[in-house]
């Protein structure tokens, strides 16, 4: 038993561990980057190697969406329902991130709870590249241009512009044909908690969908 101890113990001291993350630092810059909350800072200065993953549990607090914000949720299911299908409050969720080795970016896996059925699942990868020097892809080769803005508990994501990627190709999509602005802000709560707030508006048809749900720091998963 001792033998299988010590075998144990050297098994997990050879796990790659995680190194810093200056990416988001240097996006946002260092003097805005200082005034950040502790616990905003090591979320996102945390570059995990490969085969590892940090994982976020939490709960749906509330959802929103009106007539044209839920046909666009059920017509983007198309590219992988990026938007919430459901507004029940209450409902578990998961979020797990794992480094992106072929993008140079990070994976982020979101699992909502549903109340009947299957839960809903979605995948998106942000990347720091492009114009804005971050974006985020989701699928059918659709993505959107980030900015990065400090907020006084927490970073906010905010829609550039949206893009479609056909091969080599990279078409920029009118400001007409976008499906609104997307912001989408982390906020520290305390106690290793922070919320996750999605909210889409459009200039005409007003506020689409906005989603918020508090997460608890569950630790890295090997």
């Known amino acids: 038993m001792q033998a299988a101890a010590r075998q144990h113990r050297v098994e997990r001291q050879t796990l790659p561990a995680p190194v810093d993350d200056l990416r988001f630092r240097r996006l946002l810059g260092a003097a805005a980057w200082e005034r950040l909350p502790n616990a905003v800072q090591r979320r996102f200065a945390k570059r995990l190697a490969a085969g590892c993953a940090v994982t976020y549990r939490g709960r749906i607090e509330s959802c929103a969406m009106n007539p044209a914000g839920w046909l666009l949720a059920q017509a983007c299911r198309?590219?992988?329902?990026?938007?919430?299908?459901?507004?029940a409050p209450g409902m578990a969720a998961v979020v797990t991130v794992t480094e992106d080795g072929a993008g140079g970016g990070q994976v982020w896996s979101r699992l909502y709870a549903r109340p009947r059925g299957f839960p809903q699942v979605i995948h998106s990868a942000k990347r720091f590249a492009g114009p804005t020097g971050l974006e985020e892809y989701l699928g059918g080769g659709f993505g959107i241009a980030l900015t990065l803005h400090a907020l006084e508990h927490g970073l906010r994501f905010t829609g550039d512009h949206y893009f479609v990627q056909l091969g080599e190709r990279r078409l920029r999509l009118p400001a007409w044909l976008a499906p609104g602005r997307l912001d989408i802000d982390h906020e520290d709560r305390g106690s290793d908690g922070f919320t996750f707030t999605l909210t889409l508006r459009h200039r005409?048809?007003?506020?689409?969908?906005?989603?918020?749900?508090?997460?608890?720091?569950?630790?890295?998963?090997?």
């Open 78 to 87: 198309a590219i992988g329902a990026p938007l919430p299908l459901d507004r």
């Open 204 to 222: 005409l048809l007003g506020l689409l969908v906005r989603q918020q749900a508090l997460f608890a720091d569950q630790g890295d998963a090997e």
